[in-house]
């Protein structure tokens, strides 16, 4: 008997039997890295025998070799009860690696109703626009004047606003709405992170001056980047 026969098993009277045992370690690993936790989710343990789990109080924030924690997995997996059952249980919604490795960044990539379920996150964002936001990002996006785009962008009043412009931007365009909207006080971290991702900031710091002065906006682009990431000049001049 081992845990990944039991998490294969759907009879869930015998998994509690062998959970109440105690004859198994909880928080055994597989060569994996993978606790018994992430077995029953990965191989999709019914919701009871998750929960028979749950209750004998497992470790819930052990990483496997992939750095995922059991919500990871489940996010992964495309278990939204799974994910409800977690956080009943005290799942962590922050990661000590930062926004980048929690699960509702997992799941904002690949599945964003996913990521609802997680939005009490530590800095996240909600992601799912109301018409009516949707229709003020779009007037943004979408408008041929790159100063009455900064204009607008200076009157958004909230984070998920901001966010929205950012992840939609075509950056072929002038970047000069995207300098407006990280220095705008509602431009959180995880919005900085992605700019710094869209924009491929390193491409711009690694460029040699020269290059970067020959380049259409290129002065701009490399201010942004700097300041994005925290290097010396970024955006100490009149943009």
Not at 7 to 34: F, M, Q, W
Not at 104 to 125: C, I, M, Q, S
Not at 194 to 222: C, F, K, Q
Request: glycine residues 4%.
């Amino acid at each position: 008997m081992n845990w990944t026969e039991i998490s294969k098993s759907k009879h869930i009277e015998y998994v509690s039997e062998v959970i109440a045992s105690s004859a198994l370690d909880l928080n055994e690993r597989d060569e994996r890295g993978r606790t018994p936790l992430m077995l029953f989710l990965t191989n999709r343990m019914p919701l009871e025998g998750i929960r028979c789990l749950l209750q004998a109080e497992p470790d819930l924030e052990l990483e496997d070799k992939l750095g995922d924690t059991a919500l990871k997995k489940a996010v992964k997996f495309k278990q939204p009860e799974a994910i409800r059952l977690l956080l009943e249980y005290g799942a962590r919604l922050d990661s000590p690696h930062g926004i980048l490795a929690t699960a509702w960044n997992l799941a904002r990539k690949h599945n964003p109703n996913l990521a609802e379920l997680l939005l009490d996150t530590p800095g996240a964002v909600r992601l799912k626009l109301t018409a009516e936001e949707q229709q003020i990002v779009d007037d943004i996006i979408y408008e041929e004047s790159s100063a009455k785009a900064c204009e607008r962008i200076q009157t958004l009043d909230s984070a998920v606003l901001i966010h929205a412009v950012v992840s939609g931007f075509n950056w072929d365009d002038s970047p000069e709405p995207m300098v407006e909207a990280a220095k705008h006080p509602n431009c959180v971290d995880i919005t900085r992170l992605d700019m710094i991702e869209l924009m491929e900031a390193d491409y711009w710091l690694e460029m040699d001056l020269a290059e970067v002065n020959s380049r259409v906006h290129g002065p701009t682009y490399r201010h942004l980047a700097e300041f994005l990431t925290g290097r010396k000049g970024g955006m100490d001049h009149d943009t």
